[in-house]
């Protein structure tokens, strides 16, 4: 089972330092995507996302030419899909990157390749993967129907990974590798042998594809926990951060921290897929994601009740990636608290953001760009909304004489 020449398609978060850790071990990568800037700067030799340490193995794999970017698919022994799988409408997941990841690789298919679903998807795509390969290429055999001798493997097998670690975690984790067929899911393994060091469990696709559901669900549902508590100790004047300290002393007790929401394409999305998939019980996934969604109007409405005692209030909005030290915004609470003080028109609007150079789209005209001093020292209200290492710098003394609100805790 040798791979020659692996392929990546699609090179965000997780794509580029899968395709970088692949080519550090001596294989030949290939990256696919459809961002030219992305494809350029890559073979630059340098990377257009944030993640420590990533830079120093794409430049060295660029360099030794095992990896290069392009924008259309090459042949290789094995495909490798990490293509967002976002939600349309009223939660639906949408389905279009893996179609058209399908539809762009379907041409240089050849018996013996295997092909691996790394997206976060609804349980049933990788079946829907098969059957748009098989549109696109009847000559070829795909593992559908109890086919009991493809001509291509198909697996799927999702990433389990820290934004800020996911160069220690690809090769450190366990993976769960689902085939649709027991070979598929050996072949998968022998793939991910490459590079991992954790276990590679197989099972079945979409036991595999509700086991990403079931991880990141569960954390969902711990976090509107800590929330709603949050929410309950301001009425009751309670401090969220002791209490939380206090009830974690319990030898059986983890309680999580609250935040202004839940963000990122993971947390904030997965568990609607499960919604969507069987809306009549999945009635506590559902109420936690309610009470995360939430979270952000409740922290606008913290901000204008805090905003009524200036006339005109400067308001430093500290942070907006989904999580801290890193420069993804995908589903920020951050941004859409940002977005609504804008459309609220509550006041001047002071952004810090020391991981993001270029401001998204949706404030980037309404908001002022400001060093974390400058922000600190022209602002009325202080709202910490992403716990980065500079914020935690920052000296109790600055924040005297301006109204704080630390929806992170890393200031009570």
Known sequence: MNFKKVSVIGLGYIGLPTAAIIASRGVNVVGVDVNQHAVDTINQGNIHIVEPDLDMVVKSAVQTGKLKAVTVPEEADAFMIAVPTPFKGDYEPDLSYIEAAAKAIAPVLKKGDLIVLESTSPVGSTEKLAAWLTSER??????????SAPDVNIAYCPERVLPGYVLQELVSNDRVVGGLTNECAKRAVALYSIFVKGNCIITNSRTAEMAKLTENSFRDVNIAFANELSLICDTLDINVWELINLSNLHPRVNILKPGPGVGGHCIAVDPWFIVNSDPANAKLIKQARNVNDNKPKYVVDRVKKSA???????????????????????????VEIVETLIKEKIGRILVVEPNVETLPESIGGAVEKKSLNDALSQSDIVLLLVDHKEFKEVSVDKLKERVVIDTRGIWM
Do not use: T
């Open 138 to 147: 009847p000559d070829l055999e795909m593992p559908l129907n109890g086919s």
């Open 308 to 334: 009524d005692r200036f006339k005109e209030p400067s308001i430093a909005c500290l942070g907006l990636s989904f999580k801290a030290d890193i420069d993804d915004v995908r589903e920020s609470p951050a």
